[in-house]
């Protein structure tokens, strides 16, 4: 009897993957393949349910023999534990970024006579539906909210990528990269401060108010999946804040970090050329404090940033605050740095993890951006936030085709680096 194997990575069963298994069944023995969670997040599929549940599901489906978790996209360990004589898998991986697993897949299975079968992909309404529900489910705020928390157990380093409004979430919600017979997209979304108040032409003092930067959250949520994390300044005055973070529940956001900076707040990547000052220790763990408590969820996470590196206090002050931090309440810590070399982060990290190993530390490499993901994550942070790289790309963009246009009396000089109106238009998803 032939080994035949298929992969499924899906929370819901539809005629299309039910006629993946029939055709599988005509060639033999059939072994379904689980995407793992780790795997799953990689690809553009946030799991609804657990690895667990997909494995029962898969495992009661008429057919199935057998069901494995394939732990990578690519195929490479699977074929050399199971040896099949066919690889199943619709015809939709023919194109796009699965195409180079597709090749390898070939190229592994040609070297001892296996086969790739592709079947055709089933489109229909039904299955358009059913993949638009499950979309749907991931943005309802229940599941938005607990996804960071989800993310913080499941991969090494969340990849975090500012957002400041529908089109820029649907960028950090699409874009997907083949590399190396890996796939790699963002985990999260951060609403920068500074890159709202930059949107609408205005300066990073929290003077865009909490109202206009919820509508932000909400021009973001109606268009993406992905969890947010929000820049919520100072926090505000505690009596604010509180109101801010049920509010921020409600709206399905995953995360508040608010910075321990008290009076005008500036932005950081200042420093110490104008004048900033930072709350007492005692004055913040308040702040912290009241807003757990007036948390009504479990998912919800608040992150203390601390600015001592960026005021030049010190390493000593950076830790001392940290720690209070936690034990008021915090659950993560941000810690900032307008260094180019990143070690003072990096020294920040180890120490603190060798007091605590399991509190999340965020960083923002906006200025030690040598370092890598890996790296950082090798000195125990959890959370990468690039804070404010697609502002940044787009506003000289903007600005030389505006240039252009007023220098050549028309637009067609600088058509051929624009975006086609057709590309532009089958950007955005209609229902
Ligand atoms: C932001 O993005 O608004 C931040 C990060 O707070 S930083 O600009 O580096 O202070
Ligand atoms: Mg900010």
Redesign the pocket.
């Known amino acids: 009897m032939k080994t035949v194997y298929t992969c499924f990575c899906t929370d819901v069963i539809h005629e299309g993957h039910l006629n993946i298994l029939n055709e599988a069944k005509k060639l033999g023995r059939v072994i379904v393949g689980c995407l793992s969670d780790k795997a799953l997040i990689r690809y553009n599929k946030f799991p609804t349910i657990s690895q667990e549940e997909r494995v029962k599901l898969y495992r009661s489906l008429p057919g199935v023999e057998e069901v494995v978790i394939q732990e990578q996209m690519h195929y490479g360990d699977v074929i050399t534990l199971i040896h099949p004589d066919y690889i199943v898998h619709g015809d939709n991986w023919k194109t796009g970024p699965e195409s180079s697993i597709r090749e390898h897949v070939e190229k592994l299975l040609s070297a001892y006579g296996g086969q790739l079968i592709d079947v055709p992909y089933t489109y229909n309404e039904k299955v358009k539906k059913i993949d638009m529900q499950l979309r749907e489910k991931l943005a309802m705020p229940e599941y938005r909210r607990k996804r960071l928390r989800q993310l913080l157990e499941m991969t090494p380093v969340v990849k975090t990528m500012e957002a400041h409004s529908g089109l820029t979430g649907l960028i950090v919600e699409k874009t997907v990269v083949e590399n190396e017979g890996k796939l790699d997209q963002f985990d999260a979304m951060w609403v920068?401060?500074?890159c709202d108040s930059t949107a609408k032409g205005k300066p990073?003092i929290e003077l865009v108010d909490m109202t206009s930067r919820f509508r932000t959250i909400e021009d973001i949520t109606e268009v993406t999946t992905k969890p947010i994390i929000f820049?919520g300044?100072t926090g505000g005055l505690t009596e604010h804040f509180v109101y801010t973070v049920r509010s921020l529940e409600r709206l399905g956001v995953s995360a508040v970090i608010i910075e321990d900076k008290t009076g005008l707040k500036k932005?950081s990547l200042f420093g110490t050329e104008v004048q900033q000052t930072q709350a007492t220790i005692e004055e913040f763990s308040a702040k912290i404090a009241a807003g757990k408590k007036a948390q009504l969820t479990d998912d919800f996470m608040i992150i203390a940033r601390i600015e001592s590196l960026i005021l030049e206090r010190g390493m000593e002050d950076a830790l001392n605050r940290a720690f209070a931090f936690v034990k008021a309440g915090a659950d993560g810590i941000m810690i900032h740095s307008r260094k180019k070399d990143p070690s003072e982060i990096c020294e920040f990290c180890d120490k603190f993890r060798a007091e605590d190993p399991k509190t999340p530390i965020v960083v923002v490499p906006t200025s030690f951006n040598t370092i890598t993901e890996e790296e950082l994550a090798s000195h125990g942070v959890n959370i990468v936030i690039y804070a404010n790289q697609l502002t940044r790309s787009a506003f000289p963009a903007m600005q030389q085709t505006a240039v252009d246009i007023l220098k050549n009396h028309r637009a067609k000089e600088v058509d051929d680096r624009l975006m086609s109106i057709k590309d532009i238009i089958t950007l955005i998803d209609e229902i």
Do not use: C, V
Request: without cysteine; proline residues 0%; negative net charge.
């Open positions: 920068s401060s500074l990073d820049d300044d932005n």
